[in-house]
C-alpha cells in the first residue's frame, strides 16, 4: 500500500483551496497559504484569464509559489484554486524508508513530525474570546502515534522458550 496508505492512517486527505491577491504593477510572486501544492493541481487567473504555466507563469509545488514574468497590473485579481496535503509523496515515502517499508511505523513518525511542528508553532495562546493549545494537539497526536507503534508491534512476540536438552524438552511438553 505505502503512501497511500500512510496518508489515510493520518487523515492527510487532499483538500482544495482558493488564494486570491490583488497585482500591484511591482509583486511577481505570489504565495499559496496552504503547500505543499499537488503537482499540477493550481489553476491561475489573472484580471479572469486564465493563465497557462510556463508561458504566463511558473509555479514550486512544494513552497506553493507562483511566479509571473510580468508584474500584474495594479487591482489585477489573482485567483489561484489548487490541491494541497501536509506532506508530498516524497516526504511520506522518506518515512516509509526510515521505518524499514511499515505503514503503521511511517505513519506514526509522520504524526510525530506533525506534533512536533504543531508544538513549536501554535504553542499556547489566548486572545480575547480565541484560544489555541498547540502542546495539547501535540499530545494527542504523538498518543495516535504511540498506538499505531503499539500495533505495528503487536503480531510480534516478547520471549521464547527454547529447547536444549531432554529435561527442557520434556518440560515445555508438559
Keep these: 500500500?505505502?503512501?497511500?496508505?500512510?496518508?489515510?492512517?493520518?487523515?492527510?486527505?487532499?483538500?482544495?483551496?482558493?488564494?486570491?491577491?490583488?497585482?500591484?504593477?511591482?509583486?511577481?510572486?505570489?504565495?499559496?497559504?496552504?503547500?505543499?501544492?499537488?503537482?499540477?493541481?493550481?489553476?491561475?487567473?489573472?484580471?479572469?484569464?486564465?493563465?497557462?504555466?510556463?508561458?504566463?507563469?511558473?509555479?514550486?509545488?512544494?513552497?506553493?509559489?507562483?511566479?509571473?514574468?510580468?508584474?500584474?497590473?495594479?487591482?489585477?485579481?489573482?485567483?489561484?484554486?489548487?490541491?494541497?496535503?501536509?506532506?508530498t509523496d516524497a516526504e511520506i515515502q522518506s518515512f516509509l524508508d526510515l521505518e524499514s517499508a511499515d505503514d503503521r511505523l511511517a505513519a506514526a513518525l509522520a504524526l510525530e513530525t506533525i506534533a512536533s511542528n504543531e508544538a513549536l508553532v501554535q504553542k499556547k495562546i489566548s486572545l480575547l474570546d480565541i484560544q489555541t493549545d498547540g502542546p495539547a494537539v501535540a499530545a494527542s497526536l504523538r498518543a495516535h502515534a504511540k498506538q499505531l507503534r503499539a500495533d505495528a508491534s503487536a503480531g510480534a512476540f516478547d520471549w521464547a522458550e527454547m529447547v536444549t536438552d531432554d529435561f527442557t524438552l520434556r518440560e515445555r511438553l508438559e
Design 1 to 87: 500500500m505505502g503512501v497511500a496508505n500512510v496518508r489515510l492512517l493520518i487523515a492527510d486527505r487532499t483538500q482544495y483551496d482558493r488564494s486570491t491577491a490583488a497585482g500591484d504593477g511591482v509583486t511577481k510572486e505570489f504565495q499559496a497559504p496552504n503547500h505543499p501544492v499537488v503537482a499540477n493541481s493550481q489553476t491561475i487567473t489573472k484580471a479572469g484569464t486564465l493563465q497557462v504555466e510556463g508561458t504566463d507563469y511558473t509555479f514550486d509545488d512544494a513552497l506553493g509559489l507562483a511566479s509571473f514574468g510580468t508584474a500584474p497590473a495594479n487591482a489585477a485579481a489573482i485567483v489561484i484554486t489548487y490541491k494541497w496535503s501536509i506532506f
